[in-house]
């Protein structure tokens, strides 16, 4: 991609570049055309004009999102799932971004496969057709319970 966008005099940003890797998923191919497309609309590869002519959920927002959660602050977490979803993001565009996101979080091993497993069940039911905004929210609060803090009680 360096190469490509120093023999044609495109202007970047590190953020530009990382945006491009993250929505190609290794696909070369689709790093160029995302590039070329998103220099034909916007002249400047940075994140946030990569992610609009992707029409991808920011990964920074939903990490931002997941943090809420494993923070145990639902209301957070879900102020953030309803801008998503009302900015028109598919829900299957979103959970598979929340997915990639999970995967390299910086979170205790135990916590990051437990919220995949509870993506996996959320994106088995979306594909089954209930894609509604509140299956998201009840992935949201599932992913909360995993690190709901311990009370005297439990």
């Known amino acids: 991609l360096l190469e490509v966008c120093n023999s044609e005099d495109v202007p970047r940003t590190d ?3 990382e945006a491009l890797v993250f929505t190609a ?7 160029i055309n995302n590039l070329q497309s998103t220099h034909s609309g916007f002249g400047l590869i940075n994140s946030e004009n990569v992610f609009k002519v992707c029409d991808e959920p920011h990964p920074l ?7 809420h959660c ?17 900015l028109g993001y598919a ?42 905004l509140l299956q998201m929210t009840g992935l949201l609060a599932r ?12």
Request: overall charge negative; charged content about 20%; proline content about 2%.
């Open 15 to 17: 953020d530009g570049l």
């Open 61 to 67: 927002l939903v990490k931002k999102m997941l943090q």
């Open 143 to 154: 992913l909360c319970q995993v690190t709901q803090p311990k009370t005297a009680a439990s």
């Open 91 to 132: 829900p299957v565009d979103i959970i598979t971004n929340v997915f990639r996101v999970v995967k390299t979080m910086t979170v205790a091993e135990y916590i990051r496969l437990e919220f995949i497993k509870q993506i996996g069940h959320t994106h088995l039911r979306i594909t089954e057709g209930v894609d509604s």
């Open 70 to 86: 494993v923070d145990y602050q639902l209301e957070e977490a879900y102020q953030i799932m309803s801008h998503l979803w009302h």
């Open 25 to 31: 998923q290794g696909d070369m191919r689709q790093a």
